[in-house]
């Protein structure tokens, strides 16, 4: 995460989260509730800031990949999320600024709201995939965290629900239906998200690592942020102390910064627009064991990181990957090179990366001499 702030986006939305803390606090020291100042800093700050935020995720995710590798679908669909939450804060100061009215519930911009929330656990279940929680899930103890965390958590969600933030299912009688549909959604959709974060983080926070932990801690944080601040909002909501630019509203804008960070925090330089066509178009061929074990160890590790995997491989020496000519050989020894590949993947995502390259290596154990081995496999 050196690099990070080196990165325009990265400088861009900093600068923008700072100014929007400064302008909240000039708002809350100087008393200002419900004035056109309140409601151009949730314009701009929970509505304009979120979608370029959004829009600089969905182009990283572009370098894993997109939609054809896990961690590709994730850094998408985590950016789709912010992204679509910012277009209902857009909406959602329309009607104040543009509309001079009080916004109605439910309005056109709870739709956008209530739809990111999907996005982000699409987001979580793919980062999983990416990160190894599904090898825990082999043991006893991983599918013990899986059946009991999810109960737990939509119990005390329940309780949240009908207890915490309001009168409970009593306070029905007087909405439409369409309010209590929405009303199931955010607590529904809110319980699934802390959930999902519990089990995911549950069961892969002892096997990924390496350069990207930090980035998907933050990413985890961030998502648990997104949960307490929906419970913030609802909660002054009930108890009509909430208004524009107010503290939870500084939890929000808190909250898309931090997965904003944490997306491009995964973004990986070197790919550029010409290696990507040329690596979409590659179908190498492999004759000898050892050259089709380790085009078997990047196809999966493509799977979970795109083309990030082919572009971790090419910097490997002794490893000749001829684009031209469709062909992948190993030049140097074997056990070296192998070794150094594993090694790359491993210094990504930790253990996780690792894990990978094991299951694929158990297949090909008994073709090749155990001198071609690297104890990092065995």
């Known amino acids: 995460m050196n690099t990070l702030f080196k990165q325009r986006a990265v ?138 965390i999810p109960l737990f958590i939509i119990a005390t969600s329940y309780h949240y629900f009908t207890s915490v933030s309001g009168d409970g299912f009593a306070s029905f009688t007087d909405a439409s239906i369409l309010e209590i549909v929405l009303d199931f959604l955010y607590s529904i959709q809110d319980a699934l998200l802390i959930t999902t974060i519990a089990l995911i983080y549950g069961l892969s926070y002892r096997v990924f690592g390496g350069r990207f932990k930090q980035p998907i801690n933050l990413l985890f944080v961030a998502f648990l942020f997104y949960y307490l601040t929906d419970f913030a909002y609802s909660y002054t909501v009930k108890q009509e102390t909430y208004y524009v630019a107010n503290w939870v509203d500084l939890l929000y804008l808190s909250t898309m910064f931090l997965i904003s960070i944490g997306v491009n925090a995964l973004d990986i330089q070197g790919i550029t627009s010409r290696m990507r066509s040329e690596l979409v178009m590659f179908a190498p061929r492999a004759n000898e064991a050892i050259n089709k074990l380790i085009l078997e160890i990047i196809g999966r590790q493509a799977s979970i990181m795109g083309l990030v995997a082919w572009d971790e491989a090419m910097k490997v020496p002794g490893l000749t990957i001829d684009m031209k000519n469709n062909n992948l050989s190993v030049e140097g020894d074997p056990k070296i090179v192998l070794g150094q590949l594993v090694g790359r993947y491993e210094g990504l995502f930790g253990n996780a990366s690792l894990q990978i390259c094991k299951d694929v290596a158990r297949k090909f154990f008994s073709q090749l001499p155990q001198e071609q081995i690297p104890e990092i496999l065995k």
Do not use: H, M
Request: glycine share 16%.
């Open 11 to 148: 400088q861009i939305l900093t600068f923008g989260y700072l100014l929007g803390v400064s302008c909240y606090v000039w708002i809350y020291t100087t008393g200002l509730v419900d004035t056109l100042y309140n409601y151009l800093w949730g314009l701009v700050f929970l509505g304009v800031l979120p979608v370029l935020g959004g829009i600089s995720g969905i182009l990283i995710s572009r370098n894993w990949g997109f939609l054809s590798s896990a961690l590709g679908r994730a850094i998408l669909f985590f950016s789709a999320g912010v992204a679509v939450w910012g277009v209902g804060g857009v909406i959602y100061s329309y009607y104040n600024i543009a509309l001079a009215i009080e916004v109605p519930y439910p309005s056109i911009a709870d739709l956008f709201f209530v739809l990111s929330i999907p996005f982000l656990i699409v987001g979580l279940i793919n980062l999983g995939k990416g990160i190894g929680g599904g090898y825990k899930l082999r043991a006893l103890r991983g599918k013990a965290i899986f059946a009991i």
